[in-house]
Nanobody, 128 residues
Framework: QVQLVESGGGLVQAGGSLRLSCAAS????????MAWFRQVPGKEREFAAA???????????DYADSVMGRFTISRDNAKNAVYLQMNSLKAEDTAVYYC??????????????????WGPGTQVTVSS
């Protein structure tokens, strides 16, 4: 089981930037597909971005259309961490952001059911 803890959320004005971090524990981190999801009250958890490491360079990444070109997911296997750089933030990006891990999935996935480990979440609020 991979244990995850997010940080870096907060309040930012529209057009601003935030960088979310996710610290992971567990020896199998480098083989895990990592992802960021987000959720607003009353709505389903929504995929934002995912990344996996093929054993070399480059990483493979996938983004939801709503964040493509504005968000960048990255990982540092040496630090057991994954990041989400969020630029040009909009009011509709306001949500609780969750880090998720899927061990040995071997592919990218947008389905929350593929991820077995979740962090507690961090609130991002974008004021317009």
């Amino acid at each position: 089981q991979v244990q995850l803890v997010e940080s870096g959320g907060g309040l930012v004005q529209a057009g601003g930037s935030l960088r979310l971090s996710c610290a992971a524990s567990g020896r199998t981190f480098s083989s895990a597909t990592m992802a960021w999801f987000r959720q607003v009250p009353g709505k389903e958890r929504e995929f934002a971005a995912a990344i996996r490491w093929s054993g070399g360079s480059p990483y493979y990444a996938d983004y939801a259309d709503s964040v493509m070109g504005r968000f960048t997911i990255s990982r540092d296997n040496a630090k057991n961490a994954v990041y989400l750089q969020m630029n040009s933030l909009k009011a509709e990006d306001t949500a609780v952001y969750y880090c998720a891990a899927a061990r040995y999935l071997g592919r990218l996935s947008r389905a929350s059911t593929d991820y077995s480990s979740w962090g507690p979440g961090t609130q991002v609020t974008v004021s317009s």
